[in-house]
């Protein structure tokens, strides 16, 4: 069974720092994908950044970078010169090998200090 | 524009009661999904529909139906809802392979009291 875990229920972090989010996850399939996605206080659902278990660079996305490591089986989200509007909820999200679905972890709610 | 309509945004329901949730995507997705977000909780998948004419449980089915009419609509049915079934639902759908992930709908919040 697939799994992904989100261990930081909430993270303050000052507007231009750069910042991390941790996401580990736990599959039996060689084939796979990981998602973030942002959930701001109006609770849409915004995708941010996608990587393929089998991508050899990490992905990016702009001010969004996906640190990657396989072997660790974490995909982190590094958000650069964090920004007032980046405040939001973030999710980590996998799919399984014949991309049918997407199983998501508890979140992570990001606050920017001005 | 394209995208995943559901309706209604808003509902209270009495325990008991019975209603259907609407989902529409305009995309010409094959697959088509149903979560539940409780408050600081992740999604968690209730039922899917990888094409038309099939469906799948997904982590928690209990208490609620689906159907794929057509490859636009998927709908969820809450035969006697719960109060353990207030939560917001979204419906979300997807090309196999699409690495963008879903496309999702703005969700319905509902109340069972």
């Known amino acids: 069974a697939q799994k992904i875990t989100q261990t930081q229920p909430g993270m303050f972090v000052q507007e231009k720092e750069a910042v991390t989010l941790d996401c580990t996850y736990d599959?039996?399939?060689?084939?796979?994908?990981l998602f973030w996605y942002k959930q701001p206080s109006s609770g849409e659902m915004i995708f941010l950044i996608y990587?393929?278990?089998?991508?050899?660079q990490n992905a990016t996305e702009g001010r969004y970078s996906l640190n990657f490591q396989k072997a660790r089986k974490s995909a982190n989200l590094v958000i650069s010169a964090s920004q007032l509007g980046d405040s939001a909820m973030y999710f980590c999200?996998?799919?399984?090998?014949?991309?049918?679905?997407?199983?998501f972890g508890s979140g992570t709610r990001l606050s920017i200090r001005p | 524009n394209a995208g995943v309509t559901q309706t209604p945004k808003f509902q209270v329901l009495k325990t008991g009661q019975s209603m259907t949730l609407q989902c529409a995507q305009d995309?010409?997705?094959?697959?088509m999904y149903w979560y539940r977000q409780d408050p600081g909780m992740g999604l968690r998948l209730i039922y899917y529909?990888?094409?038309?004419?099939?469906?799948d449980k997904g982590e928690v089915p209990n208490g609620y139906n689906v159907s794929r009419l057509n490859k636009r609509e998927f709908s969820l049915r809450l035969e006697s809802a719960a109060p353990s079934q207030t939560s917001v639902y979204f419906c979300?759908?997807?090309?196999?392979?699409?690495?963008?992930?879903?496309?999702f709908g703005s969700g319905t919040r509902l109340t069972v009291v």
């Open positions: 599959t039996s399939d060689p084939s796979y994908g």
């Open positions: 979300a759908s997807s090309e196999a392979g699409q690495v963008d992930g879903y496309t």
């Open positions: 529909s990888a094409s038309e004419g099939t469906t």
């Open positions: 990587q393929g278990s089998y991508d050899q």
């Open positions: 995309m010409n997705h094959n697959s």
């Open positions: 999200a996998m799919s399984n090998s014949s991309a049918s679905k997407i199983i």
